[in-house]
């Protein structure tokens, strides 16, 4: 009896020891200044962000969004790379912000479809998402949907019970 005792302990305890290395994280903007979303980001995360004055007061862009049991990668890759335009490195507990390099610049367009099985059907209540975020749209009755992409390198993921699919998106002067 009591080595069931002790293997049930232990395992008890790594299973606590598990959870407790996946830390997530929420927090919510809603048409955030690149400075307010920062101070929500230190907020949340209880991380600090180093970067210089200018790259946030010069950046004109926005953050909305709701994130909720993020992790940090996520969290700032739909925050800051996405909707700031920033890059960002992380050390320790420190956060650190520089500008996007050059040629690395995102791909911005509304992406409007259908998504069909093989016979031709639509998908009604498909999930269109963008790969590595929790950004994501659902088809609508039949199956149409559009979708905002900002990213440097987007991918969508198409889901359907029973389904899953991924497609890199690439910038065509004629269209994608």
């Not at 970067?51 to 946030?56: F, H, P, R, T, V």
């Not at 862009?61 to 969290?75: A, C, E, K, Q, R």
Request: glycine share 8%; proline share 3%.
């Amino acid at each position: 009896m009591k080595p069931r005792l002790l293997w049930l302990l232990a395992m008890v305890l790594c299973v606590h020891m598990y959870a407790g290395a996946q830390t997530t994280y929420n927090a919510t903007f809603s048409n955030a200044t690149a400075e307010t979303a920062i101070r929500i980001l230190k907020q949340s995360t209880g991380y600090d962000f180093v970067y210089e004055k200018s790259l946030i007061t010069n950046n004109s862009s926005t953050v909305s969004g709701s994130y909720h049991n993020t992790s940090l990668s996520d969290l700032l890759n739909a925050t800051v790379e996405q909707q700031l335009g920033l890059s960002y490195k992380i050390v320790g507990t420190t956060v650190s912000l520089s500008e996007r390099k050059k040629g690395s610049t995102p791909f911005d367009a509304n992406i409007t479809g259908t998504v069909v099985d093989e016979s031709g059907e639509p998908l009604a209540g498909a999930t269109i998402m963008l790969k590595g975020t929790h950004y994501g749209v659902s088809a609508d009755i039949d199956g149409r949907f559009s979708i905002h992409v900002h990213h440097t390198d987007p991918s969508l993921e198409f889901s359907y019970v029973g389904m899953h699919c991924s497609y890199h998106l690439k910038r065509d002067p004629g269209g994608i």
